[in-house]
T-cell receptor, first 115, second 111 residues
Framework: DTEVTQTPKHLVMGMTNKKSLKCEQHMGHRAMYWYKQKAKKPPELMFVYSYEKLSINESVPSRFSPECPNSSLLNLHLHALQPEDSALYLC?????WGAGGETQYFGPGTRLLVL | DAKTTQPPSMDCAEGRAANLPCNHSTISGNEYVYWYRQIHSQGPQYIIHGLKNNETNEMASLIITEDRKSSTLILPHATLRDTAVYYCIVLRGGSNYKLTFGKGTLLTVNP
């Protein structure tokens, strides 16, 4: 089973709202990732968690706050977003991280619209 | 950091081989080449990866030149369901972790 699940599939929020995106995997992977993808562009890496610790933050604004409660779950908390943050948010996981040969498996994404 | 260059679009006839090129002329010795595809805003799907040697799996073959400055993804018998955006990615692990997506090639398989 190489499934990564993400909820919700779609999310509409106002600029003053607080919402969370959820990602889950049951493959025993120890690394999890958040990506942002704008229309007709490749995904951009936002965060990497390894063994439940934040390993990489690609200079993401603080209105995006990641959380890894356990090895199977990854959340992305959203607060005071801007309309330009509207995008497809993708979660991925891999067995390990850091050696360079670990395949990432992606979820279907959450399509976010900020009004 | 390694950069990747891909043609923006390609066409292929159904049943024929699709050969998708990627240039990564600044790749370092410890950086992997990965290929993913994405069908109409679904999550990217892993296809294949390699470091130095050519690789083959049930989906595709990956040919990496000896100098590692370019690679080609080969879908041996393209079907209509292979129509997607194909991304070439260079990945460096370790303490200087870096993942670089190419801009992608839209492959259209025609009947």
């Amino acid at each position: 089973d190489t499934e990564v699940t993400q909820t919700p599939k779609h999310l509409v929020m106002g600029m003053t709202n607080k919402k969370s995106l959820k990602c889950e995997q049951h493959m025993g992977h120890r690394a999890m990732y958040w990506y942002k993808q704008k229309a007709k562009k490749p995904p951009e890496l936002m965060f990497v968690y390894s063994y439940e610790k934040l390993s990489i933050n690609e200079s993401v604004p603080s209105r995006f706050s990641p959380e890894c409660p356990n090895s199977s779950l990854l959340n992305l908390h959203l607060h005071a977003l801007q309309p330009e943050d509207s995008a497809l948010y993708l979660c991925a996981s891999s067995q390990g991280w850091g050696a360079g040969g670990e395949t990432q498996y992606f979820g279907p994404g959450t399509r976010l619209l900020v009004l | 950091d390694a950069k990747t260059t891909q043609p923006p679009s390609m066409d292929c006839a159904e049943g024929r081989a699709a050969n998708l090129p990627c240039n990564h002329s600044t790749i370092s010795g410890n950086e992997y080449v990965y290929w993913y595809r994405q069908i109409h805003s679904q999550g990217p799907q892993y296809i294949i990866h390699g470091l130095k040697n050519n690789e083959t799996n049930e989906m595709a073959s990956l040919i990496i030149t000896e100098d590692r400055k370019s690679s080609t993804l080969i879908l041996p018998h393209a079907t209509l369901r292979d129509t997607a955006v194909y991304y070439c990615i260079v990945l460096r692990g370790g303490s200087n972790y870096k993942l670089t997506f190419g801009k992608g090639t839209l492959l259209t398989v025609n009947p």
